[in-house]
T-cell receptor
Framework: GEDVEQSLFLSVREGDSSVINCTYT??????LYWYKQEPGAGLQLLTYIFSNMDMKQDQRLTVLLNKKDKHLSLRIADTQTGDSAIYFCAERRTSGTYKYIFGTGTRLKVLA | EAGVAQSPRYKIIEKRQSVAFWCNPI?????LYWYQQILGQGPKLLIQFQNNGVVDDSQLPKDRFSAERLKGVDSTLKIQPAKLEDSAVYLC??????????????FGPGTRLTVL
């Protein structure tokens, strides 16, 4: 299908790990991104992964990419209340112009 | 470094009225994007500029939406006439150059449009 899919909600306790999943659509997409959106704000780029990589780690963030299944995940270690936000994955398609397709977003709620 | 600026932050209009949004990208960024984000959805690309030329406007409803980027810097997005379904947050983003290794998009805070 055309849609980049994400689960809508995730709730975790402070200090636990969070795992947010995404299924993208275009196997030729070269870059895959994770963005964070806090209330009333624009999107903030958290991290990205190139399609020839399986994993990327950046401090508390770990991105895993399963290209065969077109599955992307974002793991946040030691989740804090400040991590509460909506998280969007996005793929950059290479067909035609460089078009970004965003998922529907996962709302992460961190419980103190 | 100053971020992407957008104005106004909020706008309420009645259907069939016109509205315009303004975006000032990060200095030196050649690529500018306008996205529409309907409540509960991810952003959808409306139009992409490279300098002052249009790269992609395939998802722009051209019967009512128009956008320009004169002089390759600031951009305006206009809706005329507005419909109820245009209620959304309109996000502007810019990047140094499209298609680069990271091609990081920096987003503005958005303009929340409510059409009554």
């Amino acid at each position: 299908g055309e849609d980049v899919e994400q689960s809508l909600f995730l709730s975790v306790r402070e200090g636990d790990s969070s795992v947010i999943n995404c299924t993208y659509t275009d196997s030729s997409s070269t870059y895959l991104y994770w963005y964070k959106q806090e209330p009333g704000a624009g999107l903030q780029l958290l991290t990205y992964i190139f399609s020839n990589m399986d994993m990327k780690q950046d401090q508390r963030l770990t991105v895993l990419l399963n290209k065969k299944d077109k599955h992307l995940s974002l793991r946040i270690a030691d989740t804090q209340t400040g991590d509460s936000a909506i998280y969007f994955c996005a793929e950059r398609r290479t067909s035609g112009t460089y078009k970004y397709i965003f998922g529907t977003g996962t709302r992460l709620k961190v419980l103190a | 470094e100053a971020g992407v600026a957008q104005s106004p932050r909020y706008k309420i209009i009645e259907k069939r009225q016109s509205v315009a949004f303004w975006c000032n990208p990060i200095s030196g960024h050649a690529t500018l994007y306008w996205y529409q984000q309907i409540l509960g959805q991810g952003p959808k690309l409306l139009i992409q500029f490279q300098n002052n030329g249009v790269v992609d406007d395939s998802q722009l409803p051209k019967d009512r939406f128009s956008a320009e980027r004169l002089k390759g810097v600031d951009s305006t997005l206009k809706i005329q006439p507005a419909k109820l379904e245009d209620s959304a947050v309109y996000l502007c983003a810019s990047s140094l150059v499209a298609g680069g290794p990271s091609d990081t998009q920096y987003f503005g805070p958005g303009t929340r449009l409510t059409v009554l």
